[in-house]
C-alpha cells in the first residue's frame, strides 16, 4: 500500500506504509483536513510525529515547510519504512528516526531537552491517549503556541489532562480529530 502526499513541495509523491496490518495510515480527506485547519502553521514548525507508522503526518508538515520532524515508533518495521521515505524524498538531514515505545521516546526527547510546535499523535484507536498527553505536557514538549493533533475513533471518549485544552474538534465519518493547545490558566 502507498499513501500520496497532498500538498506541498512533494505533493503527489508515494510513500511506502509498513508491511502488515499493525498500522492503519491516515486517510488523504482527514490529512487534507488537518492541513487546511493548521494552514500556514506548518511554516518553520518543529514536528513530532508519535505512532508515526509510515511517516505521513510528519512528512505532509515537512512538504508544507516544516524544519524537522522527529518520527517516532516502536515497530522496526515502521521506522525502516520511515527512513526508507526520508531517503526517496531526499529528506534525511531533516528528519530523526526513533525505535522507541511511546514512554521511552517522550522521556528521551524530554532529556534533549527538545521542544514541537506541532505533535501529531494517531494511537492505536483502542488505546487511553490520557496517559501520552500528561506525559507530552508534563516532559514540557509542546511549545507555548505549540499544538497537538489528536486521531481518534468517533465515540471514543479521552480525558484531555488539566494542563491541555482542546481548542477544536472536527469529525470525518469515523475519525475524530482534536486540536489541543496548553490550557488556559
Not at 54 to 60: I, L, Q, W, Y
Not at 74 to 92: H, S
Not at 146 to 164: C, K, R, Y
Request: with cysteine; glycine share 8%; charged share 20%.
Amino acid at each position: 500500500m502507498a499513501v500520496k502526499i497532498l500538498g506541498g513541495i512533494h505533493r503527489s509523491r508515494m510513500l511506502r506504509t509498513p508491511t502488515g496490518q499493525d498500522t492503519r495510515p491516515t486517510r488523504a480527506m482527514v490529512r487534507e483536513a488537518i492541513f487546511n485547519i493548521l494552514r500556514g502553521e506548518t511554516e518553520g514548525a518543529r514536528v513530532l510525529d508519535l505512532f508515526a507508522g509510515s511517516g505521513a503526518m510528519g512528512f505532509e508538515a515537512l512538504s508544507r515547510g516544516a524544519a524537522h520532524a522527529v518520527f517516532c515508533d516502536k515497530a522496526a518495521n515502521a521506522a525502516r519504512t520511515v527512513k526508507e521515505n526520508a531517503r526517496l524524498l531526499k529528506l534525511e538531514d531533516c528528519c530523526t528516526v526513533l525505535q522507541l515505545v511511546w514512554p521511552q521516546a517522550l522521556a528521551h526527547l524530554k532529556a534533549q531537552q527538545q521542544e514541537f510546535d506541532l505533535i501529531f499523535l494517531d494511537p492505536p484507536y483502542k488505546m487511553d491517549v490520557e496517559p501520552v498527553l500528561l506525559d507530552i505536557a508534563q516532559a514540557g514538549l509542546l511549545a507555548d503556541s505549540g499544538q497537538i493533533v489528536l486521531e481518534q475513533s468517533t465515540g471514543q471518549a479521552s480525558h484531555i489532562p488539566d494542563m491541555l485544552a482542546v481548542d477544536k474538534a472536527r469529525q470525518y465519518g469515523q475519525t475524530s480529530l482534536y486540536f489541543i493547545t496548553h490550557g488556559r490558566g
